[in-house]
């Protein structure tokens, strides 16, 4: 289910009250959506600008053509350092063509399945704690890393990754 999916079960499970979320996730992601009914809506701005923690593991020496696992995998060889740079503060970012970001008024990911070429518009987005956990694999097996990220809104983890080399 999407974010949008989840609140419009709520909003008709509960007879039509005004409904939203506090964020989403990518569909394969798991985690916590906040989902805020009547007059708690008015608190979403507020939920919005607290900062976000996120688990992830990357597979490392290797490229996605949507940044996940979902995308075409490209096996390169090529990994990052052990620890790789991980940027902290204020970071330009540019989020996955596979991205709900509206371009011209449509989702990135509907434009991209497409086959449509166009440019991700690059934002500032703060990234308050950036920690690799742990990093395992090799001889023979592929090598993946596990990550802590503490970030303000509108961050893309998978975009975060992808900078880091060739890793998703």
């Given at each position: 289910?999407?974010?949008?999916?989840?609140?419009?079960?709520?909003?008709?499970?509960?007879?039509?009250?005004?409904?939203?979320?506090?964020?989403?996730?990518?569909?394969?992601?798991?985690?916590?959506?906040?989902?805020?009914?009547?007059?708690?809506?008015?608190s979403q701005r507020a939920l919005?600008?607290?900062?976000?923690?996120?688990?992830?593991?990357?597979?490392?020496?290797?490229?996605s053509s949507t940044g996940d696992?979902?995308?075409?995998?490209?096996?390169?060889?090529?990994?990052?350092?052990?620890?790789?740079?991980?940027?902290?503060?204020?970071?330009?970012?540019?989020?996955?063509?596979?991205?709900?970001?509206?371009?011209?008024?449509?989702?990135?990911?509907?434009?991209?399945?497409?086959?449509?070429?166009?440019?991700?518009?690059?934002?500032?987005?703060?990234?308050?704690?950036?920690?690799?956990?742990?990093?395992?694999?090799?001889?023979?097996?592929?090598?993946?890393?596990?990550?802590?990220?503490?970030?303000?809104?509108?961050?893309?983890?998978?975009?975060?990754?992808?900078?880091?080399?060739?890793?998703y």
């Amino acid at each position: 289910m999407t974010s949008h999916d989840v609140v419009a079960a709520v909003r008709r499970s509960l007879g039509g009250v005004r409904t939203g979320h506090a964020g989403t996730l990518d569909p394969f992601a798991t985690g916590l959506l906040v989902v805020l009914v009547g007059r708690a809506t008015k608190s979403q701005r507020a939920l919005m600008e607290l900062p976000n923690r996120y688990r992830t593991v990357a597979r490392l020496g290797a490229v996605s053509s949507t940044g996940d696992t979902e995308g075409e995998i490209t096996d390169t060889g090529r990994l990052p350092p052990d620890p790789p740079a991980m940027p902290t503060g204020e970071v330009r970012q540019r989020p996955p063509m596979h991205s709900a970001v509206k371009i011209e008024g449509e989702r990135a990911y509907r434009r991209a399945r497409r086959g449509e070429q166009f440019e991700m518009p690059e934002r500032i987005v703060t990234v308050h704690r950036f920690e690799q956990l742990w990093r395992r694999g090799g001889a023979g097996e592929p090598q993946t890393a596990a990550f802590e990220i503490e970030c303000g809104s509108g961050t893309y983890v998978r975009s975060l990754i992808a900078a880091l080399g060739d890793a998703y």
